[in-house]
């Protein structure tokens, strides 16, 4: 709008109060040439303040990452935006990217900035790997005479959750009563997460067990054969319990209302079919018992490969809520058919399970193990795209392989919960 403003020759007769009116119209027409003003706490204007959060991140193992977020804020405090830079005081113990995602790469800790122009603000970062899992690298299965020391050394590995060696961490080793030493009984790890002993075997004849173990009651169990070893039956019973933990102390991120496990389905079987692993695409059985917990697929497929592969099928009832447990009362293996599949759905999700795959219930002796406890950690089948507990069916095309979805979200690094394989007869 323009305001034109005429004098007569007159004007200075004019009332004081009507030039004072003109005085005021004149300034209201030169403001608005100018156009029009941002509000006072507009973004527009500038930012004031930047805020990162979380404040400080602790990663236990290498490659696990976390997310950081920076708050812009005007002066008035209402959110402003703007482009962040994000960079790491020592790139050698953890990366981050443009957009705030940090990945750990070494032990230590450093100092995580977030910038805008002449504002910044930090967060602590520690890469602290903890153990996670103990691997036996060599010395396992061996065969001596009872009191004898074994040839050669037990060496195991000491990884954290994502694989990676740990280096410093003690690892005790402790033979079972009866079943001898080990020397020395503590020992920590190297650069390439290893540690050994000599094991010492007792007097008994038969199957002997030294433990490995280090801090956080990860352990692995390490067996031998003293003298000779009895003819195992040809046939064993066992009980399974799911105990599952799953729960929102466990996997804290969007737990779902009514939390809860499909009925179990599985089979015993040999080393020459597998009805899923990890890495390969889901047959139609898994797809269904994944994304709906129907079993009847599922179980043609296994039925399918009774006899020439298969021996029976595996049946459980599901869970109506976690944490829980429920109990298979009996499966019958055999020397021929010594291995085991179980899966199970966790509900409400897209296409979500735990299970395992060709568990063999006959140790490296060719004995029936009395107990096997087996840890449940999440897979996706990779036939649905969901990434929720409750996202809307999504058929992936094409299917994607089965993968592990430990430690990712909404999934913490937590268990799921066990399967426990118990010899009751046979």
């Not at 103990?134 to 009191?147: C, N, W």
């Not at 079943?179 to 010492?200: C, Q």
């Not at 929720?388 to 979200?409: H, V, W």
Request: hydrophobic share 40%; charged share 15%; glycine share 12%.
């Amino acid at each position: 709008m323009n305001y034109v403003i005429r004098a007569s020759a007159g004007s200075r007769g004019l009332p004081r109060l009507m030039r004072s009116v003109l005085v005021v119209v004149a300034a209201l027409a030169a403001c608005d040439d100018l156009g029009p003003q941002p509000p006072p706490g507009s973004p527009a204007r500038r930012a004031a303040a930047l805020a990162i959060s979380p404040g400080s991140a602790t990663l236990s193992s290498l490659g696990e990452t976390a997310t950081f977020n920076a708050t812009l804020t005007d002066p008035s405090g209402a959110a402003f935006s703007g482009t962040v830079g994000w960079s790491s005081s020592d790139p050698a113990v953890f990366t981050v990217t443009p957009t705030g995602v940090v990945s750990a790469v070494a032990n230590g800790s450093g100092t995580l900035t977030a910038s805008h122009e002449a504002l910044s603000a930090t967060a602590q970062v520690v890469v602290a790997q903890a153990p996670a899992a103990v691997v036996v690298v060599s010395g396992g299965g061996q065969e001596g005479m009872a009191g004898s020391t074994l040839a050669e050394a037990v060496v195991v590995r000491v990884d954290d959750a994502g694989g990676s060696p740990v280096a410093g961490a003690t690892v005790t080793f402790s033979a079972a009563t009866g079943h001898g030493s080990a020397d020395p009984a503590t020992a920590a790890t190297d650069a390439a997460g290893l540690a050994g002993t000599t094991w010492t075997l007792g007097n008994a004849a038969g199957t002997q067990t030294l433990t490995a173990s280090v801090a956080g009651g990860v352990s692995t169990d390490i067996r031998a054969a003293a003298g000779e070893l009895p003819t195992p039956p040809d046939s064993a019973v066992y009980s399974v319990t799911f105990n599952a933990t799953w729960s929102v102390a466990t996997h804290p991120r969007d737990f779902p209302r009514g939390a809860h496990f499909s009925p179990l389905i599985g089979a015993v079987h040999d080393d020459g079919v597998r009805f899923w692993a990890s890495g390969e695409t889901a047959t139609p059985g898994i797809e269904s018992m994944a994304e709906t917990g129907g079993t009847s697929t599922l179980r043609t497929e296994i039925r399918a490969r009774i006899p020439a592969n298969a021996l029976s099928v595996i049946s459980g009832p599901g869970l109506g809520t976690s944490p829980a447990r429920t109990t298979i009362s009996r499966v019958v293996v055999r020397v021929d058919y010594p291995l085991v599949t179980l899966v199970t759905m966790i509900a409400p999700s897209p296409d979500w399970f735990v299970g395992v795959s060709g568990l063999s219930l006959m140790d490296e002796f060719g004995q029936w193990v009395e107990e096997i406890k087996f840890t449940l950690y999440p897979y996706d089948s990779g036939t649905d795209d969901g990434t929720s507990y409750t996202s809307a069916n999504a058929d992936s095309s094409p299917r994607q392989p089965i993968r592990s979805l430990r430690g990712e979200a909404p999934f913490s690094d937590a268990p799921i919960g066990t399967f426990t394989f118990t010899r009751i007869g046979g």
